[in-house]
Nanobody, 127 residues
């Protein structure tokens, strides 16, 4: 089992920044990758970015490339999402998720490929 707890959401003006954190506990050694997804009201959950625990490989959705940065602190079992130049369309509940698969050679971008999820944290960007 892996437990994930997000923090750092809030209200920010367009152009501002926020940093989200996702603290993992439990069988964290088995995590292949950690991802961030978001779900806006009335829309489907969408992939934002992911990072592999061991090598730190990353993959970003085009919509956030150049504005968001994912990083990890292996010693703290924590993943961070630095969000800059925020736009109103970034408003959503942000979820972190853990991919504990073995043998995967690519970074998963679909929700079903992630086994464990945090409770989500609200990010609201005002115009």
């Amino acid at each position: 089992q892996v437990q994930l707890v997000e923090s750092g959401g809030g209200l920010v003006q367009a152009g501002g920044s926020l940093r989200l954190s996702c603290a993992a506990s439990g069988r964290t050694f088995s995590n292949y990758a950690m991802g961030w997804f978001r779900q806006a009201a009335g829309k489907e959950r969408e992939f934002v970015v992911a990072i592999t625990w061991s090598r730190g490989r990353t993959y970003y959705a085009d919509s956030v490339k150049g504005r968001f940065t994912i990083s990890r602190d292996n010693a703290k079992n924590t993943v961070y999402l630095q969000m800059n130049s925020l736009k109103p369309e970034d408003t959503a509940v942000y979820y972190c998720a853990a991919d504990t698969s073995t043998g995967r050679w690519y970074i998963a971008t679909s929700s079903p490929e992630y086994e464990y999820w945090g409770q989500g944290t609200q990010v609201t960007v005002s115009s």
